[in-house]
């Protein structure tokens, strides 16, 4: 292939292997065999450690220590031929020339044109600063609040004297009703109603100066504040405007030729602006070069290279679907014209049975299927609680108790009136209902049993993952106790002190945890036919009879 040295031809022999019929839906892929043939040729030259960058596998090891994200998109030219691009996400301690995939922005272009902007910038910080940290125009400030807090201490003063001249008003009523007649009792009101109608008009005569000194010094400290306050929402405005034009640097393609600027891939820029490095990931390098050398992409895929960052779950060598902050609303546009994969999850769970386990009058226990939601999400309506509320119209209130991830199975409770949902939900919150699961993970655990506490929180550049955070993250508790053991994996009851999101696939995932995914876990370990997680048992206290419940059920892996 001689359209660009950057696209590689195969190595190995792929004659027996078909091309795929679709592209990679890229949030939810078992890797095409030629991407995984291209995947293979890639970390053969990073295991060469020609690379200047420390990915923490003992090369270079005076650099920082990062590991970093790598795609393959395998591409077709016009004359039919297969090769395959190489890209990584964000930038290397030495960018490499000619290898892979360059970035979709002249980064060099828009540096320039930031650091501009960021020199008007900083030159309106330091107005502001300047402003701020002026002692002249502190100390006249100063001098003003000090004339107003005494000016509001008066009128504070006359406010309460005047209050407490009515209750002393209303307290002489109360002692002298009882020993005068009605004619005198009304004359003494008729008296203090007049002393009381004198006493606010001799307070807003002499409070009149005050309050009026009270208007004139908030207008001038307010003029002190709208200067700097008008100053920094100029600056606010400048830099919106800035961070606009950088981002319009990058502009993406579709397979239709058609082009499109990040910041309208992002319907809500003007709220909040697209996570950084949007733009700079794999995928989207890979897609824009195919399209501007006239490739025909067939398959995509990316592996996490190297040490993991702290907070995050990343497995060296593993595959990883592409981002869903920075990558999904950029490819919902770089993937027009492409016929590409149905997103397998929108059928994931269709048509799976959803049995019964349990049931009365205020609770019905199912056992949801691997792939069901729980609830309707944005694309699917199908969901166990969609399904409990059909079977069950005459449920009132709200029936939801808990949730399961959508890729876990297991049991579900749903109450069936307002007064068990208020008693279980108690039960819920004060952790009064015991959970266990059944998971497998994806090697040999040697203890036999032990406790998991890492805080958790999500990692929003990439929902809905979650990662490690002790800073901000919420606690969160897990038992593990060893089943049995497999050649190639371990059995686990997994009991949760606490409910956090993924709680248990990162616990076991996480390197401060098992250090080991769970089978089938394609967020945090391998994609395999499906999640080894089961809600297995659930013990708590009837909402009506108090008597002590134990249900259980079986699992399929």
Not at 107 to 128: D, P, R
Not at 415 to 437: D, E, G, H, S, W
């Amino acid at each position: 292939m001689k359209t660009a040295p950057i696209v590689h031809r195969f190595d190995t022999d792929i004659s027996e292997i078909a091309p795929p019929k679709q592209f990679t839906y890229p949030f939810f892929y078992q890797p095409h065999p030629l991407t995984k043939a291209a995947v293979k040729e890639l970390q053969a030259f990073l295991l060469k450690g020609d690379l200047k960058h420390n990915f923490g596998l003992g090369k270079h090891e005076s650099l920082i220590e990062q590991g970093k994200m790598f795609g393959v998109l395998v591409v077709k030219d016009s004359s039919g031929n297969l090769g395959w691009l190489a890209a990584y996400s964000g930038k290397l301690y030495q960018e490499p020339q000619g290898y892979f995939a360059p970035p979709v922005a002249d980064i060099h272009a828009a540096q320039s044109f930031y650091k501009k902007g960021e020199s008007e910038l900083n030159e309106m910080s330091a107005v502001i600063a300047a402003l701020e940290q002026n002692s002249d125009r502190i100390a006249q400030k100063t001098a003003l609040q000090t004339q107003l807090d005494e000016i509001n201490e008066h009128l504070r003063q006359g406010r309460a004297a005047l209050k407490e001249a009515k209750k002393a008003r209303q307290k002489y009523r109360e002692a002298v009703r009882p020993t005068v007649n009605e004619a005198d009792f009304k004359a003494i009101c008729e008296r203090l109603a007049e002393e009381s109608i004198q006493g606010q008009l001799a307070f807003k005569y002499s409070s009149k100066v005050w309050i009026e000194e009270q208007q004139k010094l908030e207008e001038e400290l307010a003029h002190f504040d709208n200067e700097i306050t008008g100053l920094k929402e100029e600056r606010r405005q400048k830099s919106n405007v800035l961070q606009r034009e950088i981002f319009d640097h990058y502009v993406f393609l579709n397979a239709h030729g058609a082009s499109q600027v990040l910041s309208a891939c992002f319907p809500d820029f003007d709220l909040r602006h697209p996570p950084s490095g949007s733009g700079d990931c794999c995928a989207p390098k890979l897609l824009q070069y195919a399209y501007q050398n006239s490739l025909f992409p067939l398959a995509l895929g990316e592996f996490w290279w190297g040490s993991a960052p702290d907070k995050e779950v990343r497995q060296h060598g593993y595959f990883y679907p592409s981002c869903a902050s920075r990558c999904r609303p950029i490819l919902s546009h770089m993937l027009e014209g492409l016929d590409v994969e149905e997103n397998p999850l929108l059928t994931y769970g269709k048509d799976k049975p959803m049995p019964i386990v349990y049931e009365d009058e205020d609770l019905v226990v199912v056992n949801k299927p691997a792939g069901l939601l729980s609830v309707p999400g944005v694309e699917i309506e199908d969901s166990a609680l969609t399904r409990v509320k059909n079977k069950y119209p005459k449920a009132t209130g709200a029936i939801l108790l808990h949730r399961l991830d959508m890729s876990t199975s297991g049991l579900l409770m749903f109450t069936l009136n307002p007064k068990a949902n208020k008693r279980m939900q108690r039960q819920f919150i004060k952790r009064q209902v015991q959970k266990t699961y059944i998971a497998d993970v994806a090697g040999v655990v040697t203890e036999k049993e032990g406790t998991i506490d890492l805080p958790l929180a999500p990692d929003y550049y990439d929902l809905p993952r979650q990662m490690v955070c002790y800073k901000n993250g919420k606690a969160s508790e897990t038992h593990w106790t060893v089943l049995e053991r497999f050649e190639t994996h371990t059995r686990l009851a997994l009991k949760p002190i606490t409910g956090r999101t993924h709680q248990l696939r990162v616990h076991c995932a996480h390197p401060d945890g098992l250090g080991i995914p769970m089978v089938g876990d394609e967020l945090y370990g391998v994609l395999d036919k499906r999640l080894h997680l089961h809600a297995q048992k659930l013990e708590f206290m009837h909402p009506s009879t108090k008597e002590n419940i134990i249900i259980e059920a079986p699992f399929s892996f």
